[in-house]
């Protein structure tokens, strides 16, 4: 399983950003499941970057974005988030797939 969460960081403020970022990765790299964390930056837009993991399943993504420390590692890099989806799997794992919001 892929996720790429990317971000919008605002001129002046790349070094707060970089220590919230440094929190989210450094918890990442310590959860069951992970098989690889990156934190990226555009090669064009210099305010945006991605925070790219990757799991062995939903479910140890799942478990490590929930509970106290990953709130405490997690909200201060959210404020910089981008709304937009966010996991991906191969085609062939997803199956049926209902986009978010459709009835």
């Not at 790429?4 to 960081?9: E, G, P, Q, S, Y």
């Not at 399943?57 to 478990?63: A, F, H, I, T, V």
């Amino acid at each position: 399983m892929l996720v790429i969460h990317r971000f919008h960081v605002p001129e002046g403020r790349t070094a707060d950003f970089e220590t919230a970022a440094g929190a989210a990765v450094a918890h990442f790299r310590t959860r069951p499941g992970v098989d690889g964390v990156d934190l990226v930056r555009n090669l064009d837009e210099p305010g945006l970057w991605a925070l790219v993991t990757r799991w062995a399943d939903p479910g140890s993504y799942r478990r490590a974005i929930s509970g106290a420390a990953a709130t405490y590692a997690l909200m201060p890099v959210m404020a910089y988030a981008l709304d937009e989806p966010s996991a991906y799997l191969p085609a062939e794992e997803l199956g049926e797939n209902v986009p978010r919001g459709a009835d």
